[in-house]
T-cell receptor, first 115, second 107 residues
Framework: EAEVAQSPRYKITEKSQAVAFWCDPISGHATLYWYRQILGQGPELLVQFQDESVVDDSQLPKDRFSAERLKGVDSTLKIQPAELGDSAMYLC?????????????FGEGSRLTVL | RKEVEQDPGPFNVPEGATVAFNCTYS??????FFWYRQDCRKEPKLLMS???SGNEDGRFTAQLNRASQYISLLIRDSKLSDSATYLC????????FGAGTTVTVRA
């Protein structure tokens, strides 16, 4: 079982509905990432936090996606409204600090299906 | 051109065989490189870092060719448990993942 906790594991929703995913990183890990992985593709970074601050959200579709890490610990990723193309695995990862070591610890992911 | 490109495979090999595959990257300024392993419907996990001088960890060998901008992963004496998707990760200003190379080891 992954040390990074994510919920829900599975979510089925209809388009135009709101969806939220939660992530609790490994204790002490300052850097938190949200990735999206479409079947057959590699993970794509959506947003990166350093403590409570966003350091990279250049690939986050801000018209419908939002992410927060208010106290620098756990994090929430929200989609509103969901679209069919949002169906994917949403992976949360954490690392001790920035990307230098390249070692990210991933959660088991939240699989979203939009109908 | 994608930042990181991998041959998707699949590479179907018998147990005990050697399998090798490459990953090319577009940014010549990339600083560091990694291989991750992802089992079916599981999360990615770090397999090994790739150093300029090459890196070996048991049956796995990773190499970097900066001149041609690619990294490679070689698996010797393949085991059934090596069946997975291997993701190439390149660190420039962010960690960029390739789409993965699928390896299936058959008995």
């Amino acid at each position: 079982e992954a040390e990074v906790a994510q919920s829900p594991r599975y979510k089925i929703t209809e388009k135009s509905q709101a969806v939220a995913f939660w992530c609790d990183p490994i204790s002490g890990h300052a850097t938190l990432y949200w990735y999206r992985q479409i079947l057959g593709q590699g993970p794509e970074l959506l947003v990166q936090f350093q403590d409570e601050s966003v350091v990279d959200d250049s690939q986050l579709p801000k018209d419908r996606f939002s992410a927060e890490r208010l106290k620098g610990v756990d994090s929430t990723l929200k989609i509103q409204p969901a679209e069919l193309g949002d169906s994917a695995m949403y992976l949360c990862a954490s690392s001790v600090r920035d990307r230098d070591t390249g070692e990210l610890f991933f959660g088991e992911g939240s699989r979203l299906t939009v109908l | 051109r994608k930042e990181v490109e991998q041959d998707p495979g699949p590479f179907n090999v018998p147990e005990g065989a050697t399998v090798a595959f490459n990953c090319t990257y577009s940014n010549s300024a990339s600083q560091s490189f990694f291989w991750y392993r992802q089992d079916c419907r599981k999360e990615p996990k770090l397999l090994m870092s790739v150093y300029s001088s090459g890196n070996e960890d048991g049956r796995f060998t990773a190499q970097l060719n900066r001149a041609s901008q690619y990294i490679s992963l070689l698996i010797r004496d393949s085991k059934l448990s090596d069946s997975a998707t291997y993701l190439c990760v390149v660190n420039d200003y962010k960690l960029s993942f390739g789409a993965g190379t699928t390896v299936t080891v058959r008995a």
